[in-house]
Nanobody, 124 residues
Framework: QVQLVESGGGLVQAGGSLRLSCAASERAFSNYAMGWFRQAPGSGREFVAT????????YYADSVKGRFTISRDNAKNTVYLQMNSLKPEDTAVYYC?????????????????WGQGTQVTVSS
């Protein structure tokens, strides 16, 4: 059974940085796109970033463009989310997910495996 485990969340001040990691127990990890989503208190889950299986194509939500960077290391079965210039509105539980294909997608319905989530809290 495929498992995704997020780590790297925590409490930071506005303007600070965090790097989230998502480790996958998947032999064919490199054959699928990966994504990051987040869910703030009282809100639905929203798209953050996605990356193709090769790492050559990436897409970001408008709210994080220029501040967040998604990357992956297929040899380590790990995807990352570097978050810079954090804002209080970035506070949420962040989830990584594995897509059903090689192509990046913004639709959470296209992701078949989800991690447990890691809390990110940005103080003002």
């Amino acid at each position: 059974q495929v498992q995704l485990v997020e780590s790297g969340g925590g409490l930071v001040q506005a303007g600070g940085s965090l790097r989230l990691s998502c480790a996958a127990s998947e032999r064919a990890f490199s054959n699928y796109a990966m994504g990051w989503f987040r869910q703030a208190p009282g809100s639905g889950r929203e798209f953050v970033a996605t990356i193709s299986w090769t790492g050559y194509r990436t897409y970001y939500a408008d709210s994080v463009k220029g501040r967040f960077t998604i990357s992956r290391d297929n040899a380590k079965n790990t995807v990352y989310l570097q978050m810079n210039s954090l804002k209080p509105e970035d506070t949420a539980v962040y989830y990584c997910a594995k897509a059903r294909s090689l192509n990046p997608t913004l639709d959470e319905a296209d992701y078949g495996v989800w991690g447990q989530g890691t809390q990110v809290t940005v103080s003002s």
